[in-house]
Nanobody, 122 residues
Framework: QVHLVESGGGLVQAGGSLRLSCAASGRTFSSTAMGWFRQAPGKEREFVAAISGSSLTIVYADTVKGRFTISRDNAKNTVDLQMNSLKAEDTAVYYC???????????????WGQGTQVTVSS
């Protein structure tokens, strides 16, 4: 069983930046894919970014490509999401998750954090 805790959310103006962090504990971290998803009010949870255990493979949603960067530090058991050029439509609760495999589908991720709120004011 893995325990995930997200941090770094907050309120930011459009065009600004935030860095989210996810700390993992409870199992071997370096061999697992990790992902970030988000859910806005009234909408389904959507994929944001995912990274393989080795960091060699990274996938982004088209909506964040070029603005967001996912990274991980296996020595610290953390995975981060650097978010730049934020837009109002990025407002959502952001979740990190442990993946059965590298995927864009939420069903392929088995353990989830509690989420952190990101609000972008226009």
């Amino acid at each position: 069983q893995v325990h995930l805790v997200e941090s770094g959310g907050g309120l930011v103006q459009a065009g600004g930046s935030l860095r989210l962090s996810c700390a993992a504990s409870g199992r071997t971290f370096s061999s697992t894919a990790m992902g970030w998803f988000r859910q806005a009010p009234g909408k389904e949870r959507e994929f944001v970014a995912a990274i393989s255990g080795s960091s060699l493979t990274i996938v982004y949603a088209d909506t964040v490509k070029g603005r967001f960067t996912i990274s991980r530090d296996n020595a610290k058991n953390t995975v981060d999401l650097q978010m730049n050029s934020l837009k109002a439509e990025d407002t959502a609760v952001y979740y990190c998750a442990v993946g059965v495999r590298l995927s864009v589908r939420a069903t392929e991720f088995g353990s989830w954090g509690q989420g952190t709120q990101v609000t972008v004011s226009s």
